[in-house]
């Protein structure tokens, strides 16, 4: 079955900068679009970036000039690059799998979390 498996989180003070990782295994990584969606407590899911198969990528107002998104096919991985950390980006950070033949929803990891705190 398709997994999912996030990396990276942790600790940062304000203004700091994290990179998170996403390995994704047992289905075809590049066919797939592939997005990075976050959870703060009390707070619904939201979408906080995204790239497709062809490599178009968009992102949330909050994070846009902030955060980068990239994909490495030859690795499976999609990565999360996010700079200038404010505490306000502090949540659980999942990475989700988009194709016609996923499950509706896609599918996800199981979530990273990211602490932003002076």
């Known amino acids: 079955q398709v997994q999912l498996v996030e990396s990276g989180g942790g600790l940062v003070h304000p203004g700091g900068s994290l990179s998170l990782s996403c390995a994704v295994s047992?289905?075809?990584?590049?066919?797939?679009?592939m997005g990075w969606h976050r959870q703060a407590p009390g707070k619904q899911r939201e979408l906080v970036a995204a790239i497709n198969s062809g490599y178009s990528i968009s992102y949330a107002d909050s994070v846009r000039g902030r955060f980068s998104i990239s994909r490495d096919n030859a690795k499976n991985t999609v990565y999360l690059q996010m700079n200038n950390l404010k505490p306000e980006d502090t949540a659980v950070y999942y990475c989700?799998?988009?194709?016609?033949?996923?499950?509706?929803?896609?599918?996800w990891g199981q979530g990273t979390q990211v602490t932003v705190s002076s």
């Open positions: 989700n799998a988009v194709h016609y033949t996923a499950p509706a929803g896609g599918y």
């Open positions: 047992g289905g075809s990584f590049s066919l797939y679009a």
